[in-house]
């Protein structure tokens, strides 16, 4: 709509140029039409920077008291390299958790996970749509990732893979042979 405005006022100006100033040499009369162009091209590009409403809002993070135990899930009787896999996000598991196995409402649960009611069912039936496909098509379910703020600083050690909740709290494990701040894997930001 805009570029067909600014071809039409071009064209009107260079129409009425014609008209008007038939004493002005066709450099000059030329030059003024660039200009007002140009002109008008700046204000359009102005215009469309500073207005920023097709923009999305940025994802709130969403609270999440501790990450899950596990990575992920996989069938039984398939090996896991002829699996394809879905993601389900830290806060569809949380929202999981909180709702299914925790038996919280969805308002208790949207306070807990700071975010709004509609905004907790969206994630939910989300998380509900992938462990189904999941379930149905016989795929591996990786837990990973999304805007997540957990409550304290986690960790996973790079060898068992068992969970640790802030340095503090790294205690050697019984199947890892070294003991060292290396090994442990960052999940998110506390």
């Not at 809002?57 to 879905?86: A, W």
Request: with cysteine.
């Amino acid at each position: 709509m805009a570029e067909f405005l600014i071809r039409s006022l071009a064209i009107f100006v260079l129409n009425r140029c014609k008209e008007n100033c038939k004493q002005i040499n066709y450099n000059e009369h030329k030059f003024i039409i660039i200009r007002i162009f140009v002109l008008l091209l700046l204000h359009y590009q102005l215009s469309t920077i500073n207005c920023q409403h097709n923009m999305p809002r940025p994802k709130q993070d969403r609270k999440i008291c501790n990450p899950p135990l596990m990575q992920g899930f996989k069938p039984f009787g398939i090996p896991r390299n002829m699996l394809s896999s879905v993601s389900l996000l830290y806060d569809e598991y949380e929202a999981i958790r909180l709702l299914d196995y925790e038996g919280m409402n969805q308002d208790q649960a949207a306070v807990q996970m700071n975010v709004s009611r509609p905004t907790l069912t969206r994630i939910y039936e989300k998380a509900r749509k992938t462990i189904a496909q999941a379930l149905v098509e016989g795929k591996m379910i990786v837990i990973e990732g999304g805007n997540v703020q957990f409550e304290k600083q986690w960790f996973r050690c790079k060898r068992c893979f068992k969970l640790v909740g802030g340095l503090e709290n790294h205690v050697r494990c019984k199947d890892c042979k070294t003991f060292c701040a290396d090994e442990l894997t960052p999940i998110n930001k506390a």
